[in-house]
């Protein structure tokens, strides 16, 4: 893959950090109406006003703030994909037939290279704008904003939200799930509303910490869990396998379990919405890229073997969480306590975008406040009525992978970074895309949208067929 020329040279090559000097933010909404920065720094009409807001935009003095290295960024996009994925996959490529084995790998690269050209788009935007060198609360919706404006920025947000709020409750509804069955014989009252309800609480402490450098422990122990996790259920996998008698069964499936686990299959690569925070929190943003690469191979050698596992040893038989297609035994004993650490530690990861994104609406300051520690509680609290109102998110996992994850992370990528490079100005340095990477970005939309509106269809006919509805946690028993 061709990188970017660049025609006119500039100092980029020197590091230079900006650091915002105006106090005063306005929410969101007005500053995405107008322009995402705010104070002095918003609503420029021309270069001339832009090169006098400079100097109260910025500053030539290092940031000492910390930050993620490119290792440190690494592991939080690992951390924060690979749990769900690892559990979800086999029953999906199952789903899909032996062509699911080939969608692994294939939105494997695809996810990566989005997330890439992600990274690029941000450094363009810190090119052309130095007021954006400093640590911003939503750069996804920034770089949809610099590059059409209003409507995309707010439909940007609209999926970071939907996506990362609904990721947050599947991982403790799944944290739940997996406690229930680990503890049923210990403490059979304890019911499964009640543990997420439990793990729910016990997450509002931690949701009060600022962004993802502030609990850098949860990257490392998400990554840790799930290759410990990863590397048991392998074993038992193959365990199984060598016990194995007959070959497993695969009878033919329809076209709506086939998108059913299309969706599945893209969600676990959906962790686009949350890579632009990462990358803020980096010293070295422009090497985000690297970090990509890094976080995509490690998923991508927990994901296919596992994938490759339950399609050859479970066939048909494989549950939707591979966890409890495993014999009983060590092996499954500690990867389920595992996993459901690896749930917990990715939560705090998937919601904190939403965390700053409400945040910002709200204009709550950046440092700890009982503002902030209002707001991420209340926000808790809404996932608890939407879990234990739906307390089983399968096909959910399939609406929101062919829906708003195919936008973050398949489709957007590309169409942003095109139209930023498209765009000129005799203050820019010029940006070109060779023909053939051009063609295999549109390759991409096309076959994200394609894929994503029949995923996303065949979701809602199977969440809203009569029984598929389930009852609610706090609904009374009828006898």
Not at 120 to 138: A, G, M, Q, V
Not at 262 to 289: C, H, W
């Amino acid at each position: 893959m061709a990188e970017e020329k660049l025609s006119v040279n500039s100092s980029m090559g020197r590091s230079v950090n900006y650091q915002a000097t105006s106090s005063s933010r306005e929410p969101i909404w007005t500053r995405v109406a107008n322009d995402p920065l705010s104070g002095s720094c918003s609503g420029y009409e021309s270069n001339e006003s832009f090169d006098k807001s400079l100097s109260s935009c910025s500053s030539t003095e290092p940031h000492k703030g910390k930050g993620l290295n490119v290792f440190n960024a690494a592991v939080f996009v690992a951390g924060e994909m690979a749990g769900s994925g690892i559990l979800a996959l086999p029953k999906a490529v199952v789903d899909c037939g032996w062509i699911g084995l080939v969608l692994v790998i294939v939105f494997c690269l695809n996810a990566c290279y989005g997330g890439c050209r992600l990274g690029k788009c941000w450094t363009i935007l810190e090119e052309r704008y130095p007021e954006y060198r400093t640590s911003s609360r939503n750069p996804y919706s920034t770089i949809a904003y610099r590059a059409y404006g209003k409507w995309c920025s707010l439909l940007v947000s609209g999926c970071i939200q939907v996506t990362l709020f609904g990721a947050g409750v599947v991982y403790l509804l799944l944290a739940a799930q997996i406690f229930q069955e680990l503890l049923r014989t210990v403490v059979p009252e304890i019911t499964y509303c009640m543990w997420f309800l439990i793990f729910a609480i016990l997450t509002i402490p931690v949701m009060w910490l600022g962004s993802p450098k502030d609990f850098s422990f949860a990257g490392i122990g998400a990554l840790l869990t799930t290759i410990l996790s990863c590397f048991l259920i392998i074993a038992q996998i193959v365990t199984e396998g060598v016990e194995m008698k007959e070959p497993p069964k695969h009878a033919p499936h329809t076209f709506k379990e086939f998108f059913l686990a299309f969706g599945v299959i893209l969600f676990a690569y959906g962790g686009a919405s949350t890579f632009p925070t990462i990358q803020n929190d980096m010293t070295q943003r422009e090497k985000f890229p690297k970090s990509v690469a890094i976080g995509f191979t490690v998923i991508f050698l927990l994901y296919l073997p596992v994938s490759f596992g339950g399609y050859f040893v479970y066939g048909d038989a494989v549950n939707s969480n591979i966890l409890l297609s495993l014999q009983r035994g060590p092996f499954e004993l500690v990867a389920n306590i595992l996993m459901a650490m690896h749930l917990l530690l990715a939560f705090f990861i998937v919601v904190n975008p939403v965390s700053q994104e409400i945040e910002e609406i709200f204009d709550i300051p950046h440092s700890f406040c009982w503002k902030r520690c209002i707001i991420r509680t209340l926000m808790v609290v809404a996932m608890i009525l939407v879990g234990e109102t739906i307390p089983k998110f399968g096909m959910i996992l399939a609406l929101v992978g062919g829906s708003t994850i195919t936008l973050t992370t398949f489709v957007l990528p590309s169409l942003l970074y095109m139209k930023l490079c498209d765009q000129k100005s005799i203050d820019w340095p010029e940006r070109y895309i060779p023909l053939y990477e051009r063609v295999y970005m549109w390759e991409l939309i096309l076959i994200g949208v394609l894929g994503g509106a029949a995923s996303t269809y065949s979701a809602m006919t199977a969440i809203f067929s009569a029984d598929a509805l389930t009852k609610p946690c706090y609904w009374p028993d009828v006898k």
